[in-house]
């Protein structure tokens, strides 16, 4: 039997999030994005080299921070660049648990342009995360034209004058 060359259960790009504190990370996104835990390897000073969480249909690898070594998360170095994105059914109730696990609303869901209902959070980790749920099918026009009508009522200067 020959060996895969991408192993069961991953996508083409698996993210790999760096924490302080990665036992309590893991607690969070099992209650914040009901993920389940995979595997944990610790190091012999007991902190978390590898983890492996499923969020939906997908892997998150999870270790914590080792500064000595160029690993950094998001708080040592003032925030993060990138976000997360998760598609789900019921976003809404998906959101308030999240909430109430300890994230940080950034937007309130809501129903976007782009046929999303759509909302962003930042977990007690530093990591930004962006949840929705699909609710439309829309064509490149038609988010064009939803897009512009959503920057002109961000920015009235944006209005096109007749």
Known sequence: MSVKPIPD???SITPALTVRDAA???????????AVERGVMHGPDGKVMHAELMIGDSIVMLSDEFP???VLSPQSIGGS???LHIYLD???AAFDRAVKAGAEVEMPVM???WGDRYGKLKDPFG???SIATHTKDLSMDEMKRGM???MAKMNPELQKTA
């Open 127 to 129: 990591h930004k995360w």
């Open 90 to 92: 019921g976003v809404d």
């Open 111 to 113: 129903d976007q342009f």
């Open 9 to 11: 259960g991953y996508h």
């Open 68 to 70: 000595q070594y160029g």
């Open 81 to 83: 660049a990138v976000s």
């Open 24 to 34: 309590r990370a893991i607690e969070f996104y099992k209650q914040a994005f009901a």
């Open 148 to 150: 512009d009508d959503a």
